[in-house]
């Protein structure tokens, strides 16, 4: 009798590559062609970059999952994806387990590793002013977000 295939491991740092975010892309894309033939233009690219936002979500989720035995109790994740996007343009992707807390008084809080993060997004968003093509959109919000 035959066995069944032979499991592949994957390094799971690889579900927060290129080609596994692209997938998930395409997945929804593909899931929502109905409704992405009926946006115009703007609505597409607009879609297209929160269909990056869910797939870099759910795959760092994915990842959380397989690694969650290493975990520490009370410790979080910050996940920072850069991706050329063509030309001079990097995505910025980024995803916080658990989510950021937004205080009364405006400031974040989080655990070190996702403070770091946020200091780490702040010197990419300087460095944007600089002229570096990026926009930042909501950068406290605790879900993935992306930087065009």
């Not at 066995?3 to 290129?18: K, R, Y």
């Not at 997938?23 to 929160?50: C, D, I, K």
């Not at 989720?61 to 969650?68: E, I, S």
């Not at 205080?103 to 968003?125: F, K, N, R, V």
């Amino acid at each position: 009798m035959s066995e069944g295939p032979t499991p592949v491991s994957i390094d799971v740092d690889a579900l927060l590559g290129t080609r596994a975010v692209e997938a998930g892309v395409s997945a929804l894309a593909g899931r929502n062609q109905h409704h992405l033939a009926a946006m115009a233009p703007e609505e597409q690219v607009e879609a297209a970059n929160h269909w990056r936002e869910l797939a870099v979500e759910v795959l760092s989720a994915a990842r959380n999952a397989l690694t969650q035995a290493q975990a520490v109790q009370g410790a979080g994740r910050a996940v920072i994806v850069l991706e050329d996007s063509g030309g001079e343009e990097v995505n910025v992707h980024v995803t916080f387990s658990p989510q950021l807390e937004e205080m009364s008084d405006g400031s974040i809080a989080g655990t070190p590793a996702q403070l770091a993060a946020m200091s780490i997004l702040e010197s990419i968003a300087g460095d944007a002013e600089g002229g570096h093509g990026h926009s930042h959109d909501d950068e406290h919000g605790g879900h993935g977000h992306s930087h065009d």
